[in-house]
């Protein structure tokens, strides 16, 4: 299936792999849009809810089984759960794991390069191969620092909807989880990073769209 589906999309991208990787991701996240908008309007809530949140757990915080009950009851006020707004993102994960299968295809990578940079070798292999003052390094690093720029802007957007009743913990170690992808893309090979940075680029995007926007 995923031989078809590689061979597919890089066939309607004229035989160029790259553009293949760009434009399959961006089409795989225009059609989960409806499942970020849910997730994006499911924080909204979250956040309106924050006070009487607080109030419930100071309330009840001896009887958690009265305090599941009313948090429950508060959200359905509110027409949804406590849950809707992971639903949205775990239903994600199956299509941005076949996006990256597509992406990272060892068959379909080969001979295809991004402006000269092989697509199927990881960064180590590329100064190998070419040296570590060569073009495809060159490449290879632009890449990387794109994701480290748009790993920056999501951190600041999460550290913005950080609240000071969440555990000390979570507001430390949250801030840092979009830099997972810079380390990624240092390991795995260029096609993985590429589509890392377009996919967390998006991300990135409709997070700052939709939070100015009426949902």
Avoid: C
Wanted: aromatic residues 6%.
């Amino acid at each position: 299936m995923i031989d078809s589906l590689v061979t597919f999309v890089i066939g309607v991208s004229g035989g160029n792999a790259a553009l293949a990787i760009v434009l399959f991701t961006l089409a795989v996240r225009l059609l989960l849009l409806p499942l970020g908008i849910r997730q994006a309007r499911s924080a909204r809530i979250r956040e309106r809810l924050a006070p009487r949140l607080r109030a419930l757990r100071a309330t009840f915080e001896r009887d958690p089984e009265r305090l599941a009950k009313e948090t429950s009851a508060l959200f359905a006020a509110e027409g949804t759960s406590p849950f809707a707004g992971i639903l949205p993102g775990l239903a994600q994960l199956p299509f941005m794991w076949l996006v990256y299968r597509v992406a990272t295809h060892p068959t379909a990578l080969a001979g295809h390069d991004l402006l000269g940079a092989p697509l199927g070798q990881q960064v180590a292999s590329v100064v190998t191969s070419y040296g570590l003052v060569s073009w495809p390094v060159s490449v290879f690093a632009l890449v990387i620092v794109l994701l480290v720029v748009v790993a920056w802007l999501t951190s600041r957007q999460i550290r913005s909807k950080l609240t000071a009743e969440q555990p000390e913990v979570l507001r430390r170690i949250m801030p840092l989880l979009p830099y997972g992808s810079v380390l990624a893309a240092a390991v795995l090979p260029l096609a993985a990073g590429l589509y890392l940075l377009v996919s967390t680029a998006w991300t990135a995007g409709e997070r700052a769209v939709l939070a100015t926007r009426p949902l």
